[in-house]
Every structure is written in structure tokens, then in C-alpha cells.
């Protein structure tokens, strides 16, 4: 067996495929953060200064510039502390449905499940507040008389309320609420966080944090800080590549600014699988390890890239099925109706 190698060397018969044999390669990855000190020093600063207000602030930078890594880094250290801190980010399938988000920050706020929310007897539950959550959660009729104003100041009062529950959970007393990728996350629960923002509550320490890419406006706050995250120096990315057991057979042109750290994870995923003289283009990289697998990995691949990292094995098994008898008996139609069956497995495909 060559790496990247998918026919044998002397007959041309194709290799057959290692399966179910753990990765040895998984334990080096996530690659440890290096560069983002300054960024990590400003997240910080945001935390510390929320006594008693509400601080907003939005990390920016292109795909794969570790946005979300530094997130995850600020969690970390608040939870140490002993914050509240609540992720939330777009739907899995990026269908923008309806409410999603602000459904993941009322159940992560309050500890509490969807039904317990929308119960009309709910304990401390304001009449505005209970009017958004049943918003969220439910299909609210339409013709109720409320106008689209109306609707939205509830979705912003829930939310309210929520973050008021939360900071009394919080062993800290300080709540650190994270959105990533804001500019993929459906409209109503984007415009529910903008007006947290414009117009916060005066009580409680709250950090609202978000993540999107440049060109995006979200309509925040002027008051609500911005930090640009751009590529990693040359020094930096030397110091991944020689903490790396792949990285000594990398070569990467110093002329070159800016390294992403997903364009250094794939170079040094490549390398581990035998190639060398990596692309200078994350993308034309990307392509060449997916030009590598075999043709059943790769249609593997492109399924999951449509359907979404949320669906689970069933939905991909029955998708990849009716794939492989539209491609055996030649029948497109049968194909889509296999995989029309599969979309009504998961539930959430349901009606659209």
C-alpha cells in the first residue's frame, strides 16, 4: 500500500479499500493555537469588562481563519470561571429555518425543555416573554392581529428574559452568549440578537459574541466592537509544522503571507497521507485530497456535503441507496423517490 495510491503498482487492479481500523492520525488533530494571542488578549477584554451591562463584540475573517476555534478557546476559559456560556449558530442543513437559532439560546438559557417554555403556566414567565417563545417553538397563526413589529419586539423581550434566567444559573453571575457564523443564521433569530443588542437590558453581565464573514453587516450597535482575523504569520505557521510529526516533509514558500489554519490542517493532512508539494490555494488543495478517494468515498462525500453534517446514518444509508439503484438500473426517478423517502425519515425535511 502507497499513499495516494489507489491501483496496485504492478497489475492495475484496484486496492481494496482499509475500513473500520482506528485512525492513529486523529489524535493530532485539533492542531494547538498559535498566533491568536493578541485576538485571545481582546476576547478577554470583552469578558472582563461586562460588570453589570451588556458588551457586544464580532470576530470576522474568511472560512477557515479559526473564528470558531477562538470561540471555543473564550468558552473554555469562561467556564473555568465559572460563566454561563451558550453556543448557538445556524441549522445543520444551512436551510435557514425558521427560529433555529433562538430556539438552541432559549433551551441552552433557561435549562429547560421546549414544552416547559411554551406552557402557558409557566413560573415567572412574562406574558410579553411566553408570547415570543410560543413565536419560536410553534406554528403561530398568522391572522392574530399582531403586526410584524409586534412580533419581533416579543422575539427581543424573550430573549430578554431568558438571558435574565441565565445570569441567575451562572456561578459567576456573568453569561457569555456565542452566535457563530451570524451571517448563515436565518433572519428572525439574526434581528432577535441585533436588537439585544441595540437595546440591551440593564441588568446582568453579558457578553454577546458572534462570528461572520467580511462584507456581512448585522445591523449591531455601533458601540459593539469588531476584530478582523486574518492569516497566520510565516513564524506561526513554522511552529505548527515542527510540532507536527508531518510537518517536517512540508514545504510551504515563505514568500507567502497569510496562512489560514485550515489551509496548515489540510497541508499537514496531506502530508500525512503521502503527498507532498501541497497547492498554495486552500481550495485546489481540498480538491486534490477529495480527487484521491474512491469513487464510492467521494459520492459518499458529496452526499453529506448536501444534505448537512445533522443528518444522521439512517437518512445518509437510505440516500445512498437510492443513489446506487438510480445508477444500477439507469432509473432517475426511482433514485429520487428513495431519496424523497429518505428526506421523510429525518422529520425536518418534512413540507419543504
Known amino acids: 500500500m502507497v499513499a495516494l495510491t489507489k491501483f496496485c503498482g504492478e497489475c492495475g487492479a484496484r486496492l481494496a479499500l482499509r475500513s473500520g481500523v482506528p485512525d492513529p492520525r486523529a489524535s493530532l488533530f485539533p492542531l494547538a493555537i498559535v498566533g491568536r494571542d493578541d485576538e485571545l488578549a481582546w476576547l478577554e477584554d470583552r469578558r472582563e ?20 476555534r477562538l470561540l471555543q478557546e473564550l468558552a473554555r476559559f469562561g467556564e473555568m470561571d465559572g460563566d454561563l456560556v451558550v453556543m448557538a449558530g445556524p441549522d445543520s442543513h444551512l436551510a435557514e429555518v425558521p427560529h433555529h437559532a433562538l430556539r438552541q439560546l432559549f433551551v441552552a438559557l433557561t435549562a429547560r425543555t421546549a414544552e416547559e417554555l411554551t406552557r402557558s403556566s409557566a413560573a ?6 411566553l408570547q415570543g ?3 419560536a417553538f410553534t406554528d403561530s397563526p398568522r391572522d392574530d392581529g399582531r403586526t410584524a413589529a409586534d412580533r ?38 439574526a434581528t432577535a440578537v441585533a436588537d439585544l443588542v441595540s437595546e440591551p437590558s440593564q441588568t446582568g453581565s453579558v457578553l454577546v459574541l458572534a462570528t461572520h464573514a467580511p462584507g ?57 497521507e503521502g503527498g507532498s508539494d501541497p497547492p498554495t490555494r486552500l ?31 439512517l437518512v445518509l444509508s437510505e440516500l445512498w441507496r437510492g443513489c446506487r439503484l438510480a445508477q ?9 423517490r428513495a431519496a424523497l423517502d429518505a428526506f421523510e425519515i429525518d422529520g425536518r425535511f418534512a413540507g419543504r
Not at 476584530?227 to 510529526?245: N, T
Open 152 to 189: 419581533r419586539r416579543a422575539r427581543a423581550d424573550s430573549l430578554r428574559w431568558a438571558l435574565d434566567v441565565a445570569t441567575q444559573r451562572a456561578a459567576s453571575g456573568r453569561v457569555i452568549l456565542c452566535v457563530d457564523d451570524l451571517h448563515r443564521v436565518d433572519a428572525l433569530s
Open 328 to 336: 444500477e438500473t439507469r432509473d432517475l426517478r426511482f433514485g429520487e
Open 283 to 313: 481550495a485546489d488543495l481540498v480538491a486534490l485530497r477529495v480527487d484521491t478517494l474512491a469513487p464510492n468515498a467521494r459520492r459518499a462525500l458529496q452526499l453529506l456535503a448536501v444534505v448537512g453534517e445533522g443528518s444522521d446514518r
Open 216 to 272: 456581512f453587516e448585522p445591523g449591531w450597535s455601533a458601540e459593539a466592537g469588531a476584530r478582523l482575523i486574518g492569516g497566520l504569520p510565516f513564524g506561526a505557521v513554522l511552529a505548527m509544522l515542527r510540532s507536527h510529526p508531518a510537518g517536517e516533509r512540508v514545504r510551504i514558500d515563505e514568500s507567502a503571507r497569510g496562512f489560514l489554519p485550515l489551509f496548515v490542517e489540510q497541508v499537514l493532512r496531506y502530508s500525512l
Open 49 to 68: 469588562s461586562t460588570k453589570g451591562r451588556l458588551v457586544a463584540a464580532r470576530l470576522v475573517g474568511e472560512p477557515g481563519s479559526g473564528k470558531t
Open 133 to 135: 417563545l410560543t413565536d
Open 124 to 129: 415567572g414567565t412574562p406574558s410579553a416573554a
